[in-house]
């Protein structure tokens, strides 16, 4: 069984997904901290980002191993555990510079692939799992949010990890992001088949409660 996930940073995904899978027993992958994992290593190395070329041949070289448990994701890049290090604002500004060539697009989606065949049955979350990745997903979800929650949600999530976070430049960030999803490498589609959801007034709770009631109105999973 495969459920996909996606949506723009905050509209709530994240926490949604892994709770589904939880709640499933099913393992969870998330893509954006594939993206993150390169961005990371890109940083690393001084790489320049505008620099395509050497950031394509970083995504060709690093390895990158996610743990995909339905309670927690570890990450670790090059044998080193880097689940914290990719959540910080730096690496948030860069992924998205990563995010955007192709050739990358291309290496992570094939891996994407691999882990949905290897595992079987997830729910993998990010921005082009129903469109590109699993196109015949058993179930895709697409979830959206205001951008002032949304950006309020990231501040709470950076906080809560004890970064330094400024409301403002978070909400500076995704005005930008959003911006970027109308240009043609955007990332974030919204395939015509997947069910909308609008978090904007919703409690994380409420947001399983409903994806858990389409899981049971398909006939998957087992509660
Ligand atoms: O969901 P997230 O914030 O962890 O995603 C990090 C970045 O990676 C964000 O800029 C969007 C990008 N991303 C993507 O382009 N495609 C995906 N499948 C997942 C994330």
């Known amino acids: 069984m495969i459920i996909t996930i996606d949506g723009p940073a905050?509209?709530?995904?994240?926490?949604?997904?892994?709770?589904?899978?939880?709640?499933?027993?099913?393992?969870?992958?998330?893509?954006?901290?594939?993206?993150?994992?390169?961005?990371l290593a890109a940083l690393q190395q001084g790489i320049l980002l505008k620099d395509n070329d050497s950031l394509i041949s970083v995504a060709k070289t690093c390895d990158i191993e996610l743990d995909c448990g339905?309670?927690?994701?570890?990450?670790?890049?090059?044998?080193?555990?880097?689940?914290e290090a990719i959540r910080s604002m730096a690496v948030?500004?860069?992924?998205s510079f990563v995010a955007r060539i192709h050739e990358i697009r291309q290496i992570l989606v094939e891996k994407q692939r691999a882990i949905g065949r290897h595992l079987d049955s997830l729910v993998s979350e990010g921005r082009d799992q129903g469109s590109v990745v699993f196109p015949d997903a058993d179930l895709k979800f697409f979830?959206?949010?205001?951008?002032?929650?949304?950006?309020?949600?990231?501040?709470q999530e950076l906080v809560a990890d004890g970064e330094e976070a400024s409301y403002e430049l978070i909400m500076e960030n995704l005005q930008q992001r959003d911006g970027n999803d109308q240009h043609?490498?955007?990332?974030?589609?919204?395939?015509?088949s997947a069910i909308r959801i609008d978090t904007t007034q919703m409690t994380i709770h409420e947001v399983v409660e409903r994806l858990l009631e389409e899981v049971r109105k398909k006939g998957l999973g087992r509660s």
Do not use: C, F
């Open 143 to 155: 979830l959206d949010a205001a951008i002032e929650k949304r950006a309020m949600r990231r501040y």
């Open 70 to 83: 339905p309670t927690h994701t570890r990450v670790t890049l090059n044998s080193a555990d880097v689940s």
């Open 184 to 192: 043609q490498w955007a990332p974030l589609l919204e395939p015509e």
């Open 92 to 95: 948030n500004q860069a992924t």
């Open 10 to 39: 905050g509209s709530g995904k994240s926490t949604a997904a892994r709770k589904l899978a939880a709640t499933l027993g099913i393992a969870y992958l998330d893509t954006g901290a594939m993206y993150r994992a390169i961005a």
